[in-house]
């Protein structure tokens, strides 16, 4: 089974970012990116449904996010963090330590 990962270069990075702009998928790349290697698709929960979750890991891989490995029945994502850090330098960086929740101010 061969599965659509596009070029890095040909992702505009306004996909890139409307990618990461997903609490779930940010939650994921940030997942991926502390373990440093290959993760199976079935270990993120967050919460969500094995639909829904197959439909963030394929929308990070589209995004040119991820690449992910068949084998067998079971597949295997990973960050393509040398890449994106080569197309686009510090942006990951950012996104990842950026704080997720913010707290909406009191009210009166």
């Not at 779930?24 to 449904?49: D, K, M, P, Y």
């Not at 990973?78 to 996104?95: K, S």
């Amino acid at each position: 089974m061969e599965l659509h990962e596009p070029e890095l270069r040909d992702v505009p990075v306004t996909a890139v970012l409307a990618a990461l702009a997903d609490d779930v998928r940010l939650q994921i790349v940030r997942a991926l990116a502390e373990g440093g290697g290959e993760s199976a698709c079935g270990t993120f929960e967050f919460g969500v449904s094995k639909a829904t979750r197959s439909h963030h890991l394929k929308v990070l891989r589209e995004a040119g996010l991820t690449r992910t490995r068949v084998a067998g029945t079971s597949r295997f994502v990973r960050l393509r963090r040398e890449e994106l850090d080569r197309l686009y330098p510090g942006l990951l960086d950012a996104v990842l330590t950026a704080p997720t929740l913010i707290t909406p101010p009191p009210r009166d």
